[in-house]
Every structure is written in structure tokens, then in C-alpha cells.
């Protein structure tokens, strides 16, 4: 059992050192994203494929959103009156929808990675 | 309303039913009087998420933009071993039940166990804890005319529907015979942790700690995933409708790698009162 919890400590450890290893310490092109009334905007945005970037949203409304996108898997809570940097990973060249989970009718964009 | 029902559905059904799965699990080996183990580690987990969400409020800069999502990483990570490992608990307690020595193992294993089932019910309940608490928090506030009342209702049917589905599915299991119960549970338990597992490295991808793949496939158009059903077999089994390749490999490894800590001794010589059978004799059977 210790051997076990050592185990699941040293992959926790792990995983931070390697989140460390990973968040290089120049800048990424940044690209805005706001949610006001429920929806995106821009509702299309265009990046560069093959380049990490970082999306900088920031939520004007009073509820939280969640940036929610099926492909690649990425999550994240943007608490109400907030501004998130989501750091995005490379994209292949392609298009990638993506819905705000709390109020998925009405905030709908895409990334156009080209 | 049923946006909302829908979402909260989603969010509450894996903690359902992990807390089923422990629940029955205690009902099972006749150790009710524990039930408080898994009610205080699902009542902490929802402390923990109601925390969180209050922290994620206050946060901002590097701890608003990573501090959760590795948090939330970890815990996949973290709850995936706990089942194995409850998993792999159960297979032994169901082979050592069949060699009727079910009070001697009751007896010396029971205080090592339960804090595995409480931190277990923590973790089930806080791994989406903290999202669901945010969103009725944002409904609530905003429930100032009828139809935010409305959404309201339906985020708070939605948990209750998903609570309601775990204790029915488990409920049921509490009829099976017991080695039956722990044979359908083990398996149970391994697709679940094989979803979230496959999920959780899905995750690093979008963290950008493993590369981005393409979709091996896609089953949107029969199945989507925000679907009622699509939610319920995610939950369930981990379906996906676009799976990367990383993350179906990572399914496929998971199950190959439990499959064999789990069921591997099916495989093995023939195995009588969990020791290997000695050279075959007639057995007297009772």
C-alpha cells in the first residue's frame, strides 16, 4: 500500500516537473477571445498550423463559462468577470469547433488552423 | 431547462455511480455499519468541490490558468489507480470467499480497506465536483425571471437523475450472487477506469504535455458525445465519438494491462480455494 501511494506521488511530481518542463518562458502568439451575452467572439478564429499559441479569454458575463472542445480534448472553467491565458497546443491544419459547455446554443466558434 | 438537465446529468453520473459501485460494494461484504466511510468521503469531496469553486473566484494569473487543470489531471490519474486497485481487492475477496474464509479476511482486511472506499468516494465526487458547483453557482445567480428558475430545476434534476441512475444500477446489483456481482463490478470498473484513463490522457494532449493526434475515427453523427446517451456510455465506458489515437491506444493498453492483473489468473492453471490446483483428484463436492 505505501509502495503504492509512493508510486502515485512520484507520478504526481512527475507530471509537475514535466507541466514545468513544457511552459517555455517565450512569448507564443496570442490571440483574444471574449464571451459576452452568452456567445464568442470572434466566432472564427485563425491561427497558424503547427505553432502553439495562447488564447487569452476573457469572460465579461456574470456565469461562468467552459471552453469546451471534443478534438483535441481541452476543458477549461473561465469563472465569471475572469480572464483565462489557455495555452493551445500545436494544431494540424484543419478546423477545430468548439462550444461554450454552459450555454452550448448559443456560444459556438472555431479555430481554422491553416 | 434541458441544457442545463443535460450538463448537470453529464457532470454527476461517474460520481454516481462510483459512489454506487462502493456503496453495494460495503452492502456486499455485509459491512453496512460502514457506509459512513463513503457518505464522509463524498461529503468531504463535495466540500473540496464547493472550495474550489469558491477558489477558482479568487484565483488569477499562473494559478487561475494551470493550478486547476493540473488538479483536475491528477485526480483522473489518481482515481484511475484507486479503482484498479479496489478492483483488484475485489478479486481477491470474491477468490477467498469461495474458500469460505470470508470472516478471517472480513476481519483483518476490513480497517485497511475502508480508507481506500472513502478516498475513493472523494475523488468520484470531487473530479467533477468543482464544474458543477460553478454552473449552478452561474444559474443561480442568474435566476432572476422564470426561465432562469427553470434552468435552475433542470441542473438540480439533472444530479438527482444521476444519482437516481447510479443507486438503481446498483441496486440491481445487490440481487446478483456474489461472485456474479463481484465478476460484473470488476468489469464495471474496468471500463470506467479505462474511460477515464483514456480521457486523462486525452487531457495532457490538450495540456500540450503529449502531442496532438487526429481523430482515429468518428462516430458523431451516429452518437455524439453532449447526446443523453452519448453522455451516459461516456460516463459508463468512456465512448467517445472522435477518440485520438492516443487516446483509444491508451484504452486499449489499459484494458490489455487490468485485464491481466485482474482476470489473468482465468488464464492460468485452475485454481481451487485461490491457491493452483495440485495434480488433479477427485473432489468431494458438498
Known amino acids: 500500500m505505501r509502495r503504492f501511494a509512493l508510486l502515485l506521488s512520484t507520478a504526481a511530481v512527475a507530471l509537475l516537473a514535466l507541466t514545468a518542463a513544457t511552459s517555455p518562458a517565450h512569448a507564443q502568439t496570442e490571440i483574444a477571445l471574449t464571451i459576452e451575452k452568452n456567445r464568442f467572439s470572434p466566432e472564427e478564429i485563425k491561427v497558424k498550423a503547427g505553432a502553439p499559441f495562447v488564447l487569452v479569454i476573457a469572460n465579461k458575463d456574470k456565469t461562468p463559462e467552459e471552453f469546451d472542445m471534443q478534438q483535441p480534448r481541452i476543458e477549461k472553467v473561465i469563472p465569471a468577470g475572469k480572464t483565462v491565458r489557455l495555452r493551445m497546443p500545436a494544431l494540424k491544419p484543419g478546423k477545430y469547433p468548439f462550444v461554450g459547455e454552459y450555454h452550448s446554443e448559443t456560444a459556438k466558434a472555431t479555430i481554422i488552423a491553416e | ?286
Open chain 2, 1 to 286: 431547462m434541458g441544457a442545463t438537465f443535460v450538463v448537470t446529468l453529464r457532470e454527476a453520473f461517474e460520481a454516481s455511480l462510483i459512489l454506487g459501485i462502493v456503496y453495494t460494494y460495503l452492502d456486499k461484504i455485509h459491512a453496512r455499519d460502514q457506509y459512513r466511510y463513503v457518505t464522509v468521503g463524498g461529503l468531504l469531496g463535495l466540500l473540496a468541490s464547493v472550495g474550489l469553486g469558491i477558489a477558482v473566484g479568487f484565483l488569477s494569473g499562473p494559478l487561475l490558468d494551470l493550478g486547476p487543470d493540473l488538479i483536475a489531471a491528477a485526480v483522473i490519474f489518481f482515481a484511475v489507480g484507486l479503482l484498479t486497485w479496489h478492483a483488484w481487492w475485489m478479486q481477491q475477496h470474491a477468490r477467498a470467499i469461495k474458500g469460505q474464509v470470508q470472516h478471517r479476511i472480513d476481519e483483518a482486511r476490513r480497517m485497511q480497506r475502508l480508507w481506500i472506499v472513502a478516498l475513493i468516494a472523494f475523488v468520484g465526487v470531487f473530479r467533477e465536483g468543482a464544474e458543477t458547483v460553478l454552473f449552478l453557482w452561474g444559474l443561480m445567480s442568474q435566476a432572476t425571471s422564470s426561465s432562469g428558475w427553470a434552468n435552475v430545476a433542470g441542473g438540480v434534476a439533472g444530479v438527482g437523475s444521476a444519482a437516481a441512475l447510479g443507486w438503481a444500477i446498483f441496486r440491481g446489483g445487490v440481487r446478483l450472487s456474489l461472485p456474479r456481482f463481484f465478476a460484473v463490478t470488476t468489469v464495471l470498473i474496468m471500463l470506467l477506469a479505462a474511460g477515464l484513463f483514456s480521457g486523462g490522457v486525452g487531457r495532457l494532449q490538450g495540456l500540450g504535455l503529449l502531442p496532438v493526434t487526429d481523430p482515429l475515427w468518428d462516430t458523431s453523427w451516429l452518437l455524439s458525445d453532449r447526446s443523453v446517451v452519448g453522455s451516459f456510455l461516456g460516463g459508463l465506458v468512456g465512448y467517445r465519438a472522435q477518440p485520438s489515437a492516443f487516446e483509444a491506444g491508451a484504452y486499449a493498453m489499459y484494458l490489455v494491462a487490468a485485464g491481466f492483473l485482474l482476470f489473468g489468473h482465468l488464464f492460468a492453471a485452475p485454481i481451487t480455494n485461490g491457491e493452483p490446483a495440485a495434480p488433479r483428484e477427485p473432489v468431494a463436492r458438498d
